[in-house]
C-alpha cells in the first residue's frame, strides 16, 4: 500500500514504475475540497478512491495500490490495507507535519514501512536522521529518497520496502544464520 498526504506524488509514482497502464481514479478537484493546494497550484485533480500499478521486481509480482491523500476519502483506507503485506509512506519535506497521520495509521495497523521522500526540484535536502526525527520514525524504519516520476528510482524503493517486509516477517535463524 502506497500511502500520503494529498498532492505527494502517488498518482505519479504508480504511473512511474506500473508495467500495465495504472488503473487511477482522479477526478477534478471541487470547490470548497478543503484542502491546501498552496504546494502545488496548478492540481486540479485528485484520487477519490485508488490507484493501482502492478510490476515485476525480480519475479516477484508486486501490487501497488495507491490512498486518496484527502481526508474525506480516508474510509477506504481500511479496504486498500485489507491483504497489504507492507506499506510506503510518501513524504514532501516542505510539509512533513501532512505526514504524520500516514505514519501512525501504517504504525498502528502494524504493517512493516519504508518512508520515500519524494525529492522535488525546487525542496531542500535533509539528512535522513533529520527526516527521522521530524518523523519519529524507529531506527528499523527504513527512509529512502525518490523521483515519483523515475521508474528505476521508485524499483529501487519497492525493493526496500520488500527486503524489509521479508526482513520483518523471516525469522531470526532464517535472516542470520549462526
Given at each position: 500500500?502506497?500511502?500520503?498526504p494529498?498532492?505527494?506524488g502517488?498518482t505519479?509514482?504508480?504511473g512511474?514504475v506500473s508495467d500495465?497502464?495504472?488503473?487511477?481514479?482522479?477526478?477534478?478537484m471541487?470547490?470548497?475540497?478543503g484542502?491546501?493546494?498552496?504546494?502545488?497550484?496548478a492540481?486540479t485533480?485528485t484520487?477519490?478512491?485508488?490507484?493501482?500499478?502492478r510490476?515485476?521486481?525480480?519475479?516477484?509480482?508486486?501490487y501497488v495500490y495507491?490512498?486518496?491523500?484527502q481526508?474525506?476519502?480516508?474510509?477506504m483506507?481500511?479496504?486498500?490495507m485489507?491483504g497489504?503485506a507492507?506499506?510506503?509512506?510518501?513524504?514532501?519535506?516542505r510539509?512533513?507535519a501532512?505526514?504524520f497521520?500516514?505514519?501512525d495509521?501504517?504504525?498502528n495497523?502494524g504493517?512493516p514501512?519504508v518512508v520515500?521522500?519524494?525529492?522535488?526540484?525546487d525542496?531542500?535536502?535533509?539528512?535522513?536522521?533529520?527526516?527521522?526525527?521530524a518523523l519519529?520514525?524507529?531506527p528499523?524504519v527504513?527512509?529512502?529518497?525518490i523521483?515519483?516520476?523515475?521508474?528505476d528510482?521508485v524499483?529501487?524503493?519497492l525493493?526496500?520496502?520488500?527486503?524489509?517486509?521479508?526482513?520483518?516477517t523471516?525469522?531470526a535463524a532464517?535472516?542470520?544464520?549462526?
Open positions: 500500500m502506497l500511502t500520503g494529498f498532492g505527494v502517488k505519479t509514482l504508480v512511474a500495465i497502464a495504472p488503473v487511477t481514479t482522479e477526478v477534478c471541487s470547490a470548497g475540497a484542502e491546501d493546494t498552496s504546494h502545488a497550484p492540481k485533480t484520487t477519490v478512491a485508488m490507484d493501482f500499478g510490476l515485476d521486481v525480480n519475479g516477484v509480482t508486486v495507491g490512498t486518496p491523500g481526508d474525506r476519502f480516508w474510509f483506507w481500511d479496504a486498500l485489507r497489504a507492507g506499506s510506503v509512506v510518501l513524504v514532501d519535506t510539509r512533513l501532512d505526514s497521520r500516514h505514519v495509521y501504517v504504525e495497523v504493517l514501512f520515500a521522500v519524494n525529492q522535488f526540484s525542496v531542500r535536502n535533509y539528512p535522513v536522521p533529520d527526516i527521522r526525527e519519529t520514525l524507529d528499523d527504513p527512509i529512502v529518497d523521483d515519483a516520476r523515475d521508474r528510482s524499483r529501487r524503493l525493493i526496500a520496502l520488500i527486503q524489509h517486509v521479508l526482513a520483518r523471516q525469522p532464517a535472516v542470520a544464520p549462526s
